[in-house]
């Protein structure tokens, strides 16, 4: 695992996430790295307003969120992530064909057990808007979100044995 650098700022590389591209019950937790330039959280929190008969001003509280991955990739043909996410824009997979679970690790934020780091398990549709197209002579891209389904779960990764335990 990278560390925090000499300025105290995490830096993109810290934040690494995996993708489960096994199939059945057999988890296999790949890196979603090899030819990713953009992987982007945006939280989208929904909020509600109200103002009372009492109040110049509104009030508004943070009711929720609606979170998403945003991911511009390479189609990079020996990667396995953007192998399974190319593979269901091809197939035009729907619902439950096309959900599979991520973990976002947290490498600065070390976790209760020896060699483990903070991490959130999600469950994810995996929502391709481009399965490989592009110029030609250039790489082929990949495009789309990871919409997130449900609340986290907030566990530890061992980078070691790619394991994540629920705390």
């Not at 560390?3 to 993708?19: H, K, P």
């Not at 330039?37 to 109040?55: C, F, G, M, R, V």
């Not at 945003?70 to 064909?97: C, H, M, Q, W, Y």
């Not at 919409?147 to 044995?161: F, I, M, Q, S």
């Amino acid at each position: 695992m990278t560390s925090v650098n000499a300025a105290g700022i995490a830096t993109r590389d810290e934040m690494l996430s995996y993708m489960n591209t096994g199939s059945g019950d057999q988890a296999v937790w790949s890196l979603i790295g090899q030819g990713f330039t953009e992987l982007t959280e945006a939280l989208n929190a929904k909020t509600k307003d109200s103002q009372y008969i009492h109040q110049k001003s509104g009030t508004s509280s943070v009711i929720g969120y609606a979170p998403t991955f945003t991911f511009v990739a390479e189609l990079d043909k020996a990667d396995p992530v953007a192998s399974f996410i190319a593979n269901i824009g091809r197939e035009r997979k729907i619902g439950a064909e096309c959900e599979t679970d991520i973990v976002n690790v947290y490498s600065w934020l070390p976790g209760t057990t020896e060699g483990s780091v903070v991490a959130y398990q999600q469950h994810v549709a995996v929502k391709v808007d481009n399965s490989g197209s592009g110029v030609g002579g250039e790489a082929m891209g990949l495009a789309g979100a990871l919409l997130y389904k449900g609340d986290a779960v907030k566990g530890e990764w061992n980078p070691t044995t790619k394991t994540f335990t629920a705390k």
